[in-house]
């Protein structure tokens, strides 16, 4: 006796002789057959369940006319397949790394947002002539082609120096001058 781990794709009886045929999806052993009830109702259950199934047959080979042999696999025993006791049944798939990117009229609309933030957070630093809503259209606008447009660095390419980066005057975190037509933080009614 042999045995073959496989799925059982079909059963069939023929009425007439009362010969069943089981058919699997193995690429040794494509049909099986037998006259007894018995493996053939097991594997017809592990057909319906769509469960592996380890199929113990005997193979029995005829000499055929004109040379060759004639093989046929008689089914002794289906049962369902074991993946070490503890199968519950749940496929665990894992999935690919996500590529999805953002569609680039959502990507512009959430640069823009945030360079309006940008623009408004800028207004107390700003000379009064310069805090009207038109300049502040500008800086947003400016911020958000700035985070649209700027590739991705690599992880070993250095920061990136910009070229209309102004040459002096107060960086990112300096601490602003405040003159005394400015307001001070503890003048602000918030």
Same mark, same amino acid.
């Given at each position: 006796m042999a045995t073959v781990e496989a799925?059982?794709?079909r059963v069939q009886k023929d009425e007439a002789t009362g010969w069943y045929s089981i058919e699997t999806d193995s690429a040794e052993v494509k049909k099986l057959t037998t006259q007894k009830d018995e493996p053939a109702k097991a594997a017809a259950a592990l057909r319906r369940d769509g @469960?592996?199934? $380890?199929?113990?047959?005997t193979l029995?080979?005829?000499?055929?006319e004109g040379g060759g042999t004639f093989k046929n696999y008689y089914i002794d025993k289906a049962v369902a397949a074991q993946n070490g006791?503890? %199968?519950?049944?749940?496929?665990? $798939?894992?999935? @690919?790394?996500q590529t999805r990117t953002t569609d680039p009229k959502d990507a512009w609309r959430m640069c823009l947002n945030k360079g309006g933030e940008l623009a408004v957070s800028t207004m107390p630093l700003m000379d009064v002539n310069e805090r009207d809503f038109d300049t502040q259209k500008?800086? @947003?606008?400016?911020?958000?082609?700035?985070?649209f447009f700027t590739p991705v660095p690599s992880a070993d390419q250095p920061a990136p120096a910009f070229a209309d980066q102004p040459a002096g005057?107060?960086?990112?975190? %300096?601490?602003?001058?405040w003159g005394p037509s400015q307001q001070q933080d503890d003048d602000i009614p918030f």
């Amino acid at each position: 006796m042999a045995t073959v781990e496989a799925h059982i794709t079909r059963v069939q009886k023929d009425e007439a002789t009362g010969w069943y045929s089981i058919e699997t999806d193995s690429a040794e052993v494509k049909k099986l057959t037998t006259q007894k009830d018995e493996p053939a109702k097991a594997a017809a259950a592990l057909r319906r369940d769509g @469960a592996l199934a $380890v199929i113990t047959y005997t193979l029995r080979e005829k000499p055929r006319e004109g040379g060759g042999t004639f093989k046929n696999y008689y089914i002794d025993k289906a049962v369902a397949a074991q993946n070490g006791g503890s %199968d519950d049944g749940i496929e665990t $798939v894992r999935s @690919a790394p996500q590529t999805r990117t953002t569609d680039p009229k959502d990507a512009w609309r959430m640069c823009l947002n945030k360079g309006g933030e940008l623009a408004v957070s800028t207004m107390p630093l700003m000379d009064v002539n310069e805090r009207d809503f038109d300049t502040q259209k500008r800086i @947003a606008f400016a911020w958000a082609r700035f985070f649209f447009f700027t590739p991705v660095p690599s992880a070993d390419q250095p920061a990136p120096a910009f070229a209309d980066q102004p040459a002096g005057g107060p960086g990112a975190y %300096d601490e602003p001058e405040w003159g005394p037509s400015q307001q001070q933080d503890d003048d602000i009614p918030f």
